[in-house]
């Protein structure tokens, strides 16, 4: 089933279809309810436009032989972390620029505070997943590998 109008453009929703049942749960099924959101990076309506529009370049060209991706490596990107921190001081009129190895040490410490809440989100997961004497985690995780 293509979901897409006759015309090929979204319709306009009004509050007359969303008050109609009958209306509302087309919109529903038809997932037209997020559609305005497609023009939102990292909506879910955004990905899921992406992902057709990758979905068809495949059909047309075949499976990729060469795949790549870029990172714009924002934790090495010294001004654009030393605007971050003048902005979230509140923008004094006083700010001292940090010298980049402020900033390394910055970044390390974050990184540290993350690779601990995860570690602690692990642990807490685990404990739900695996209460003492049910199971082994080690069967969970060759389950998981299975699929």
Do not use: H
């Not at 985690?137 to 389950?143: A, H, K, Y």
């Amino acid at each position: 089933m293509r979901k897409v109008k006759p015309n090929g453009e979204p319709t306009n929703i009004t509050a007359g279809m969303l008050q109609d049942e009958g209306e509302r749960n087309a919109i529903i099924n038809q997932e037209n309810g997020f559609q305005f959101m497609r023009s939102i990076r990292c909506s879910p309506a955004y990905w899921s436009l992406r992902r057709s529009e990758l979905m068809a370049i495949i059909r047309q060209f075949g499976k990729p032989r060469f795949f790549i991706t870029f990172s714009a490596a924002e934790m090495e990107w010294y001004p654009f972390l030393w605007m971050l921190d003048y902005i979230s001081r509140g923008c004094p009129e006083n700010y001292k620029r940090p010298s980049p190895e402020e900033v390394k040490l910055w970044t390390k410490e974050k990184k540290k505070k993350k690779e601990r809440l995860n570690s602690k989100r692990w642990c807490n997961l685990r404990s739900i997943l695996f209460p003492k004497g049910e199971g082994s985690e080690e069967s969970f995780i060759l389950t998981i590998w299975s699929f």
